[in-house]
Nanobody, 119 residues
Framework: QVHLVESGGGLVQPGGSLRLSCAASTSDFSTYAFEWYRQVSGDQREWVASINSRGNTAYEDSLRGRFTISRDNAKNLVYLEMNALKPEDTARYYC?????????????WGQGTQVTVSS
């Protein structure tokens, strides 16, 4: 079982920046891939970015260039740096951890952190 705790959300003005963090409670942190998703209340959860165990990254096309995902294996942390924020980035952001061990696919979610972009 992996416990994920997101932090760093808050209220920011349009054009501003935030860095979200995801702390993972596992001794096998480096073996997991991590993703960030976001969800506006009532809507479907939307994939934002991924980083695999080797540090390779992928982004939702419309967010590439403004958002950056990274990981610190020494600190068991995953980050999402968000720049040039827009009101439409307002959502609850969730961290996801997953790995495949043989036939078993493990997947865990955090509780999310709210990001509100408004003047």
């Amino acid at each position: 079982q992996v416990h994920l705790v997101e932090s760093g959300g808050g209220l920011v003005q349009p054009g501003g920046s935030l860095r979200l963090s995801c702390a993972a409670s596992t001794s096998d942190f480096s073996t997991y891939a991590f993703e960030w998703y976001r969800q506006v209340s009532g809507d479907q959860r939307e994939w934002v970015a991924s980083i695999n165990s080797r540090g390779n990254t992928a982004y939702e096309d419309s967010l590439r260039g403004r958002f950056t995902i990274s990981r610190d294996n020494a600190k068991n942390l995953v980050y999402l740096e968000m720049n040039a924020l827009k009101p439409e980035d307002t959502a609850r952001y969730y961290c996801n951890a997953q790995r495949l061990r043989g036939d078993e696919h493990e997947q865990y979610w955090g509780q999310g952190t709210q990001v509100t972009v408004s003047s």
